[in-house]
């Protein structure tokens, strides 16, 4: 597997942005689709996010759809999430993830490699 590391995580005012980053190491993530999930303090884990392997496709939670943004960067082994006008609900531990697919799909089954998770708080 993947070892991946999230970082970018922290407090920030509602309506405002922090940029999340996922690291790769050990392994190239290269040419599988790439996801964000999200867990807020108990609640279930939560899709996010989603870009293909070759970053042509992109998906994400009806949530946050127009706010945040998922992108790639495969010679940097690396995936990005930009989260703007951040709301309370926002509020959660953010998760990177590889899928086993080159495609999207966005069941967590779907994804084999995790992080360990960088929290975001979003004050009101």
């Known amino acids: 597997q993947v070892q991946l590391v999230e970082s970018g995580g922290g407090l920030v005012q509602a309506g405002g942005s922090l940029s999340l980053s996922c690291a790769a190491s050990g392994r190239t993530f290269s040419r599988k689709a790439m996801g964000w999930f999200r867990q807020p303090p108990g609640k279930e884990r939560e899709f996010v996010a989603a870009i293909s392997w070759n970053g042509g496709s992109t998906m994400y939670a009806d949530s946050v759809t127009g706010r945040f943004t998922i992108s790639r960067d495969n010679a940097k082994n690396m995936v990005s999430l930009q989260m703007n006008s951040l709301k309370p609900e926002d509020t959660a531990v953010y998760y990177c993830?590889?899928?086993?697919?080159?495609?999207?799909?966005?069941?967590?089954?779907?994804?084999?490699?995790w992080g360990q998770g960088t929290q975001v708080i979003v004050s009101s």
């Open positions: 993830a590889r899928s086993i697919f080159t495609y999207i799909v966005t069941t967590m089954s779907a994804f084999g490699s």
